[in-house]
DNA sequence: CAGTGGTCTAGACCACTCG
DNA sequence: GAGTGGTCTAGACCACTGG
């Protein structure tokens, strides 16, 4: 009877219903009396549960079946060579342009960088088997590369980041846009045609690093597995 | 010393460059003498940021930083109407249809449902302060109702599943869609207006209970925190 | 203030897998 | 085969918080 077996009948008994959403259920020393385990076994157990949402703890409060479940689904993002490998395609980019230039003002405000302080702006497109597969538009703080910059060109620049500066926090935005003039003459679609856009503001413990937003060719899907 | 300073050690190591994507790190044994702590606590820390993917850790090969880190993000998907609640607005519905007829042959096809099966069709729209918020298309295996079934013109269907059958598992989809004629008629926006949508499947352990496609209105965002 | 979960420890054995 | 992470145990103390 190891913690996965605990958590099994767990939520065996959430699903025959014999804990109902929003009721308590027994406490951990009593559960590990009942299956003949470690506290700490059971705790390994309920903890989990909770962290996928299905049980509410509190201190002194004990343990109930969440009465709204909130569906918890973990997203993997890949860096995108990664993602159009694993479709068994060939990956390569184009550096459409790289420049110092002021970013509009809610980048900056999101970002906290200080208005009128020029940033570099990346321009990317990548391929899959050669075909557009996503319009990639970046605002990057300088003060992370080294001098001279990095060739862009050759390695992409996100994974320079990763592989490269350590980055603590950030945020992940996803949303349905109709493709604006740029984006949809790179992509090859109509203008106005509806394109699903990520994107993603990384922050180190101090300050921003960047913001970059992915514009996905046409039928891309974000599928997640709980 | 507890495990969350271990994990905050670790972590600054790595962002230090101390320890480099690629490399490996000491065993947990060395770790926990290091810090003067037990090894499981090194080891729930070091657990922690597998889990988020920033170690790789395998026994006997040991536990190295990952070469290209996969951001993992956890998305909270709640219950429509404590989404619109926790956005300070009212959330009504209006059922709009509601009978039983043939699933299309890829929905049934991804349910496992034998096709020429009836099934429980339902289309919802969803307003926040009255106006329109999400159109809800929805095919349900009615095998999984009370006889008579439940007035979902009174309790949405979601909440009434979410607390009366016992889901295990299912899958979610995101993309971006250009508005179909009945979607743009009922949420009020032209046709081809792009549009997030989001599709889940869920099964019980044996069998598909439903499938549904949530269009939302223009504007949506689905955020995550990391 | 008292009951509950959260965590730590020292030691042990197990499971996996690399060499 | 041997080294590493994965887990379990029994006991202890702590932190939070409800009554």
Redesign the pocket.
Same mark, same amino acid.
């Given at each position: 009877? *190891?913690? &996965?077996? =605990?958590r099994a009948e767990v939520l065996r008994r959430i699903r025959a219903r014999d804990w109902l959403p929003g009721a308590m259920?027994? /406490? &951990?020393?009593?559960l590990?009396q009942e299956f *003949? =385990? @470690? #506290?700490? $076994? =059971? /705790? #390994?157990?309920? #903890?989990d549960l @909770?962290e996928s949402g299905l049980l509410e703890?509190? #201190?002194?409060? *004990? $343990?109930r079946v969440a009465a709204l479940p909130v569906r918890r689904a973990t997203l993997e993002i890949p860096v995108i060579r990664q993602e159009v490998e694993a479709r068994g395609q060939v990956h390569a980019f184009r550096l459409l342009d790289e420049r110092m230039a002021l970013p509009p003002v809610p980048v900056a405000g999101q970002l906290g960088w200080a208005s009128g302080a020029a940033k570099l702006y990346l321009e990317t497109l990548h391929l899959a088997d050669g075909k557009p597969y996503a319009h990639e538009t970046r605002w990057l703080d300088p003060v992370h590369l080294p001098d001279p910059r990095p060739d862009f060109a050759s390695i992409s620049v996100n994974e320079w980041l990763v592989t490269h500066v350590a980055f603590a926090t950030g945020d992940i935005a996803f949303a349905a846009e109709a493709a604006d003039p740029r984006s949809a003459e790179v992509l090859g679609v109509p203008q106005g045609a509806a394109l699903f856009v990520t994107e993603r503001t990384t922050f180190t413990a101090e300050s921003a690093i960047t913001f970059v937003r992915l514009i996905h060719a046409p039928g891309y899907r974000m599928v997640t597995m709980v």
């Open positions: 009877m *190891g913690w &996965e077996d =605990v259920i027994p /406490n &951990e020393e009593a590990a *003949g =385990v @470690a #506290r700490a $076994t =059971v /705790n #390994r157990a309920l #903890r @909770a703890r509190r #201190r002194k409060a *004990g $343990t």
